[in-house]
């Protein structure tokens, strides 16, 4: 059998990349305010390389009950109620980090589609000798504050690369485990394929046709979320002048955001 000069090539161009590819799969919970991990249950995956990671949750197509509606209860008593199919979207939750541009491009469900691209925030992490077994994978603990919230993960020393799901990184090593103080956002374990020829790609933020093509930057972000809070507080002050109520309590910023830019 024969084969060309290319073919040989390109077999170990696939095999040389295969080695330094890596693939986590992931559960993933967001229920802020809701002081528990309380929220629905997602699937996710982070999928890297040498020099780039992409990270994907509430993707249609990771999810297998999308049509279900659930009833959960926060450790405070307060209930909410979730909609399987308002949960997921298209493309999902994607975060992608480009090592060399030490940049993130991300995009998420926020009165439709938001896409924004910033600098990596640089996370101050305290880094301790405290292990524990998740699996069969020895893991290290870390701890760092992170727009508002103060976070503990647990990260892999042997798989030396800084990055992590969401937009959680910056570690000597590969975040398998990552939770707030009050575990409204928290993401755990499933299963690790390193090195991997899983032919799933390492995707730049994907969008459809019809959402702007443009990127928002952080700050904007920030101003937007800020323009929402106060315009939904300020329409309970008007429900409660006109009907009597007393004067409501202006709700906290992480109650209603995972990134609630507080510190």
Same mark, same amino acid.
């Given at each position: 059998?024969?084969?060309?000069?290319?073919?040989?090539l390109?077999? *170990?161009?696939?095999?040389?990349? !295969?080695?330094?590819?890596?693939?986590?799969?992931y $559960?993933? /919970?967001?229920?802020?305010?809701? +002081?528990?991990?309380?929220?629905?249950?997602?699937?996710?995956?982070?999928?890297?390389?040498?020099?780039?990671?992409?990270?994907?949750?509430?993707?249609?197509s990771?999810?297998?009950?999308?049509?279900e509606?659930t009833?959960?209860?926060?450790?405070?008593?307060q209930?909410t109620?979730?909609t399987?199919?308002?949960?997921?979207f298209?493309?999902?939750?994607?975060?992608? *980090?480009n090592r060399?541009?030490? !940049?993130l491009?991300w995009?998420?469900?926020?009165r $439709?589609? /938001?896409?924004v691209?910033?600098? +990596?925030p640089?996370?101050?992490w305290?880094?301790t000798?405290?292990?524990k077994?998740?699996?069969?994978?020895?893991?290290?603990?870390a701890?760092g504050?992170?727009?508002?919230?103060?976070?503990t993960v647990?990260?892999?020393?042997?798989?030396?690369?800084?990055?992590?799901?969401w937009?959680?990184?910056g570690?000597?090593?590969?975040i398998?485990?990552?939770?707030?103080d009050?575990?409204?956002?928290?993401?755990?374990f499933?299963?690790l394929?390193?090195?991997?020829n899983?032919?799933?790609?390492?995707?730049?933020?994907?969008?459809?046709p019809?959402?702007s093509?443009?990127w928002?930057?952080i700050?904007?972000?920030?101003?937007?979320?800020?323009?929402s809070?106060?315009k939904?507080?300020?329409?309970t002050?008007?429900?409660?002048?006109?009907?009597?109520?007393?004067?409501?309590?202006?709700?906290?910023?992480?109650?209603?955001?995972i990134?609630s830019?507080?510190?």
């Amino acid at each position: 059998m024969k084969f060309s000069i290319l073919t040989v090539l390109l077999f *170990f161009w696939i095999s040389a990349s !295969s080695q330094n590819k890596g693939l986590v799969y992931y $559960g993933h /919970i967001e229920s802020p305010g809701m +002081r528990s991990a309380a929220g629905p249950d997602l699937n996710a995956y982070l999928v890297f390389d040498e020099n780039e990671s992409y990270y994907v949750t509430a993707k249609d197509s990771l999810e297998s009950s999308i049509n279900e509606t659930t009833v959960l209860t926060g450790s405070d008593g307060q209930t909410t109620v979730y909609t399987g199919g308002l949960n997921t979207f298209r493309y999902g939750k994607q975060v992608y *980090f480009n090592r060399k541009s030490d !940049s993130l491009w991300w995009s998420q469900r926020f009165r $439709g589609n /938001i896409y924004v691209a910033e600098s +990596r925030p640089k996370i101050d992490w305290k880094l301790t000798d405290e292990t524990k077994k998740i699996g069969d994978i020895k893991a290290f603990k870390a701890t760092g504050g992170f727009r508002g919230r103060n976070y503990t993960v647990w990260y892999i020393r042997d798989i030396p690369l800084p990055y992590g799901p969401w937009k959680l990184q910056g570690l000597p090593g590969l975040i398998v485990e990552a939770y707030d103080d009050r575990k409204e956002m928290f993401i755990y374990f499933k299963s690790l394929e390193f090195p991997t020829n899983n032919q799933t790609p390492i995707s730049k933020v994907q969008r459809t046709p019809s959402d702007s093509q443009g990127w928002m930057n952080i700050h904007q972000f920030k101003d937007m979320l800020v323009e929402s809070l106060e315009k939904a507080y300020n329409k309970t002050v008007i429900m409660s002048e006109r009907y009597g109520g007393g004067t409501p309590k202006k709700p906290v910023f992480s109650d209603v955001y995972i990134e609630s830019f507080d510190n």
